[in-house]
């Protein structure tokens, strides 16, 4: 099919579900050829699937990214699959709950192994095939990385940490025309059976969310298409995360004071 990026080729990190799974269909939709990835074979048939019923350039790949190996075979089916490589968006990653003083510290392991090392292990093998199409690194961050939150403290590190790389890559990348994007994502919508991690490093299903205040995966997809199109490289969404930015930038201690009024707002329960 023709689109926008027709003859490109994008593979998605956590393309099984969710966000993931959204920003895959939506650059099919645009004529991009589709690499999915995820750890559970099943999801990934069925998400195969919807993007064939959109157009035939597709391969799916069950395996775990925060295994480094694993990473690099990745990188390097898909090169074996459509011989190049234009977009890699790294999505994988787990949330958690638990204030720091109740966390077991294997928490901060298991958040930073799929969040920090799933968004890296992938990117250092894929970069030189980037280089060649000149494509784009896009890292789907969150709101979250803006400051510390209560009860979130290695999940906002982690998105906090996926900044401090995609800054650090944009600067050594820019004389090769690599482009890197960091799409910070606000509330979004939970695809059934969604986890979280415990304080206790137990997984937990999060219970779905009310979807008269979030946003939708497509709407995070399509930003995430436009932030590649365009070339950009931090993308806010949602009005409140443009706020939030806006304030802890130049009031600092004003939205400090605001959360602590507003603790109760951030427990979201588990079941």
Avoid: W
């Avoid at 099943?42 to 959109?54: A, D, F, G, Y």
């Avoid at 011989?83 to 958040?111: C, H, Q, W, Y």
């Amino acid at each position: 099919m023709a689109g926008k990026f027709q003859g490109k080729v994008a593979i998605i990190t956590g393309s099984s579900r969710g966000i993931g799974k959204a920003i895959a269909i939506e650059l099919a939709k645009n004529g991009a050829s589709i690499v999915l990835n995820g750890r559970n074979e099943q999801r990934l048939q069925e998400t195969e699937q919807i993007i064939r019923s959109i157009h035939p350039h597709v391969v799916s790949i069950c395996c775990d990214v925060s295994d480094i190996k694993a990473s690099e075979a990745l990188i390097e089916t898909a090169i074996q699959q459509f011989g190049r490589l234009d977009i890699l968006v790294n999505n994988v990653g787990v949330s958690m709950r638990g204030t720091v003083a109740e966390l077991n510290p294997d928490v901060f392991k298991k958040v930073f192994e799929s969040n920090v090392y799933g968004s890296v292990n992938p990117t250092i093998p894929a970069i030189p095939y980037l280089r060649k199409t000149k494509g784009s690194i896009v890292f789907i961050s969150s709101l979250a990385g803006i400051r510390g939150l209560p009860g979130l403290s290695a999940y906002c590190s982690s998105k906090m940490a996926l900044r401090a790389i995609a800054e650090s890559i944009r600067l050594e990348e820019k004389s090769n025309g690599v482009h890197v994007g960091l799409i910070q994502v606000g509330i979004t919508e939970i695809e059934h059976n969604k986890e979280t991690i415990a304080a206790d490093g137990s997984m937990k299903t999060l219970k779905s969310r009310d979807k008269s205040n979030v946003q939708t995966t497509e709407q995070v997809a399509i930003a995430t298409v436009k932030n590649i199109r365009s070339r950009k490289f931090i993308t806010t969404l949602t009005g409140i995360g443009k706020v939030n930015k806006f304030m802890q930038a130049r009031f600092p201690m004003l939205v400090e004071r605001i959360i602590l009024k507003n603790l109760h707002k951030f427990e979201e329960k588990s079941e």
